[in-house]
C-alpha cells in the first residue's frame, strides 16, 4: 500500500468513530465554529496541538509556523489573529513552544540556510536580547531549552502589542495571552506565562483610543 493510502484509510475510521458516539456529529459541526481558544504553535510534527491538549473538532482555532513565532509584518498569522479575536472571540490566545525546536537551534548556530534565514532571524534577536543570561549557562542543551523558553516569552510579548489584541483588551476584556512550552521527552506541558488583558506595556507599544482621550 502507498503510505500516503493509510491516511485516507485512517479517515474513514475517524469518521465511524465520531458517527458510533454521535451520529450528528458531523452535521452539528459543519453548522458553525465557537472555539474557545486559540493555538499558536511550531509546525513540527511531533507536537500536534490538538492531540496534546486533548481537544476536539470545534475546540481550538489554529496557526502554526516554524518556531510558533508572532512576526508584526505576518500577514498570515495577523489575519488568523484577528479572525479569531474580532470574529471568533477567542477567550484566550495560546503561544506554544516546544524544547528540541528545530527552528530555534537553527537560529543558535551560525549556517547560512537560504531563505529561511529570514524566518529564523527573528530568533537571533531574542537571543540578543537574552544573551546576558543565555551566556551564563554552561550546559549547551539546557541553554537551548532556555532560548525555547525566550521565545515564547517574547511571542507573548508581540501578541499584546499588537493593536488587534489592545483593541480587544479595551472593548471586551478579552483575550487571555498564555506562554506555554512542550516537552516532547515527556509529553508534558509547561506554564511560562500568563497576560490578563489590559496588562502595562512599554507605552511606545501601547495604543491610545479616542474614548481613552475624551475621558
Ligand atoms: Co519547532
Redesign the pocket.
Given at each position: 500500500m502507498e503510505s500516503f493510502r493509510k491516511l485516507l484509510l485512517a479517515n474513514k475510521a475517524f469518521v465511524q468513530d465520531k458517527m458510533s458516539v454521535d451520529a450528528q456529529f458531523f452535521r452539528h459541526s459543519a453548522l458553525d465554529q465557537k472555539p474557545e481558544f486559540m493555538w499558536i504553535g511550531?509546525?513540527?510534527s511531533r507536537?500536534p496541538a490538538e492531540e496534546i491538549t486533548g481537544t476536539q473538532p470545534g475546540e481550538l482555532f489554529v496557526h502554526r509556523n516554524?518556531?510558533?513565532l508572532v512576526v508584526h509584518t505576518d500577514f498570515n498569522m495577523l489575519s488568523v489573529l484577528q479572525y479569531a479575536v474580532e470574529v471568533l472571540q477567542v477567550k484566550h490566545v495560546i503561544v506554544c513552544?516546544?524544547y528540541?525546536?528545530?527552528?530555534?537551534k537553527n537560529a543558535m548556530g551560525r549556517k547560512d540556510l537560504g531563505l529561511i534565514n529570514k524566518w529564523l532571524r527573528h530568533i537571533k534577536d531574542v537571543y540578543r536580547l537574552y544573551s546576558r543570561e543565555l551566556e551564563t549557562i554552561s550546559d549547551p542543551v539546557a541553554r537551548f531549552d532556555r532560548l525555547v523558553e525566550a521565545n515564547v516569552m517574547e511571542q507573548v510579548q508581540n501578541l499584546a502589542e499588537t493593536s488587534i489584541v489592545q483593541r480587544a483588551w479595551h472593548d471586551r476584556k478579552m483575550p487571555e495571552i498564555h506562554g506555554w512550552v512542550y516537552d516532547m521527552r515527556t509529553g508534558y506541558l509547561k506554564e511560562l506565562a500568563r497576560m490578563q488583558p489590559g496588562a502595562k506595556l512599554d507605552p511606545i507599544y501601547s495604543f491610545e483610543w479616542d474614548d481613552d482621550i475624551e475621558s
Open positions: 511550531c509546525s513540527d507536537v516554524i518556531a510558533n513552544g516546544h528540541g525546536c528545530g527552528g530555534v
